[in-house]
């Protein structure tokens, strides 16, 4: 997914049945730490126009729509928002990424898990 200081997520999809669980959130939280890890900065994506449920979760991830490249996706000539994020390595991100972090997970960072 990572090549130096720019990391790009090609796909990322959960199962139909499972949706509206914030696992797609929990995905995505994992890609940003692997990309921070590895040193990235900047991560971007392409995303379906009509793609609404997606933008707004990558929105929350502070991904900017900056630009569109025109017929896409072959299979039906859709075209894809291009949507990035710059600073992923910054102390402000890492706030917001433990924010969705504690949000999917109802812990703060570090916290243990309850035993069951
Ligand atoms: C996009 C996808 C991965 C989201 O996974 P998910 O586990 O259902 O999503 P989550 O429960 O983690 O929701 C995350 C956020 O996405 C947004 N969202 C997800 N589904 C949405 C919908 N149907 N309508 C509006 N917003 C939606 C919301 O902002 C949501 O946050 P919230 O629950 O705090 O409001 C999933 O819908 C999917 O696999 N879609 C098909 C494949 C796809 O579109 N992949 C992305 C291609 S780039």
């Known amino acids: 997914m990572s090549s130096g ?10 199962d139909p049945l499972l949706h509206g669980r914030h696992i797609g959130m929990k995905i995505m939280i994992c890609l940003m730490d692997a990309a921070i890890e590895r040193g990235g900065r900047t991560v971007s994506l392409e995303v379906r126009k009509s793609n609404a449920g997606a933008q707004a979760m990558y929105e929350q991830f502070a991904f900017q ?3 569109v490249r025109r017929g896409y996706y072959i299979e039906t000539g859709e075209d894809a928002v291009v949507m990035w994020v710059d600073g992923v390595n910054e102390p402000s991100y890492s706030t917001r990424l433990n924010g969705l972090r504690e949000k999917v997970t109802g812990k703060a960072p570090g916290e243990p898990t309850p035993q069951a």
Not at 5 to 14: D, G, P
């Open 65 to 67: 729509p900056v630009g």
């Open 5 to 14: 200081l720019e990391a790009h997520i090609t796909t990322i999809a959960v």
